[in-house]
């Protein structure tokens, strides 16, 4: 395990904390408005890998190379200019440190986005420390900038990964549906209208990243999903963004615990380490793999039975009904994969320099009229 420091005086500014695989949702911004959870778990960081935070620079002030030497193989809206290298953490895990009041509303709408550079300084020494993000429709997260902390090993060596017969043993699947709270929603006897049932935004991140991979994995032609929730989250889109022909290609599920596929198959939807972020893979891959999140990978493989939901009006908060005779509540829409982590995912894909999959990049305007996104 490790804390993280001060790089101006030591002082300790976190609690001791365990390095998982950086969400995919990281950076998602969801509907307009929305109160998000908390992005990381309790006890744990994540290091993102790409620059992060002011300054920015448009991409007509990008010469392509330039982008491409960073990763980038199509026009995105700007690149970050600040060091790689970010740590988010939950604010909960944060000690000794203090917002930085004439940096508390650069840019906020609700709450604060980080839009300014840090605006969380540690106390001992003053020093901008983190930019503490809590606006609508961005993950709550405290982001520790990677220039002014240290990180330190506490407690010996920091445990194994585990295994994925481990993960599996777990069973910590991530629910395809949940409930959506509007900015400033409370809960608790007749205030369930303030909030809505919803496809869950995880699966929507998760679907945009491996949208992208499918599209690239498919050379173009039809790919065929199998049929249920699998269908539903990717084959609407497939259908619309790939020509129809009798040469289709098969993605299916693959992962640990799961038999090898009947008749093979040209895709492998696996799942990705929670804690390395490492892409299951067969012994022998012969097929393309396509990474979803783990707990988006395992509702698939074993859809749960549908957990109890709020009952509007007349209940205690924190009282949820047992009513399982009800029909569960669902989604009110077609599911539509994430736009922006789609976009971000394949503006990264040196495949997307292809004339046709720089077409469909270019029309995601017109996808999301067409709620595809």
């Known amino acids: 395990m490790f804390v993280f420091v001060c790089a101006g005086c030591g002082a300790e500014l976190t609690t001791p904390l365990s390095q998982v695989a950086l969400p995919v949702h990281a ?45 980038v ?15 988010v953490i939950a604010p909960g895990n944060a000690r000794r440190t203090v917002l ?25 020494c003053a020093l901008p420390v983190a930019s503490r993000i809590d606006d609508c429709s961005l993950w709550q997260a405290m982001w520790l900038a990677p220039t002014a902390v240290r990180r330190l090993p506490v407690g010996g060596v920091d445990a194994a990964p585990l295994s994925w017969g481990d993960l599996m043993a777990e069973g910590r699947g991530t629910p395809p549906f949940e409930p959506i709270a509007a900015w400033g929603a409370r809960t608790g006897a007749g205030h369930w209208a303030n909030y809505w049932w919803s496809w869950s935004p995880r699966w929507e991140a998760a679907a945009g ?46 992962g640990p615990g799961l038999p090898a596929p009947r ?36 509702w ?9 939901v709020p009952m509007s009006g007349g209940l205690p908060d924190g009282v949820l009904r047992d009513d399982f005779d009800a029909p569960a509540l669902l989604p009110g829409r077609l599911f539509r994969a994430d736009p922006g982590v789609f976009r971000h995912t394949l503006a990264r894909l040196p ?23």
């Open 73 to 87: 193989y199509a026009p995105v809206y700007a690149l970050s200019d600040g060091a790689p290298g970010a740590i």
């Open 351 to 373: 495949a997307v320099r292809r004339p046709w999959l720089r077409e469909i990049l270019d029309g995601l305007q017109r996808h999301n009229r067409a709620d595809l996104f």
């Open 27 to 71: 950076h998602q911004k969801y509907g307009n408005g929305i109160q998000l959870p908390v992005l990381m778990e309790s006890g744990t960081f994540a290091v993102d890998s790409e620059p992060w935070g002011p300054p920015w620079r448009r991409w007509e002030e990008i010469h392509p190379n330039e982008a491409a030497a960073r990763g």
């Open 209 to 254: 990243r491996a949208l992208a991979h499918l599209l690239v994995a498919s050379e173009g032609r039809t790919v065929i999903v199998p049929d249920g929730l699998v269908g539903e989250v990717f084959q609407r889109a497939l259908h619309a963004l790939l020509p129809a022909g009798p040469l289709a290609q098969r993605a299916v599920l693959a």
């Open 100 to 124: 930085i009041p004439e940096n508390r509303g650069g840019g906020y709408c609700c709450g604060l986005d980080g839009a300014d550079g840090p605006n969380v300084a540690c106390v001992e």
């Open 263 to 298: 008749g093979g198959a040209d895709i492998l939807l696996v799942p990705s380490h929670p804690q390395t972020g490492e892409a299951w893979a067969p012994a022998n891959p012969a097929a393309h793999l396509v990474p979803l999140p783990f707990g988006v990978w395992l």
């Open 300 to 308: 698939m493989v074993s859809p749960e039975s549908d957990p109890p």
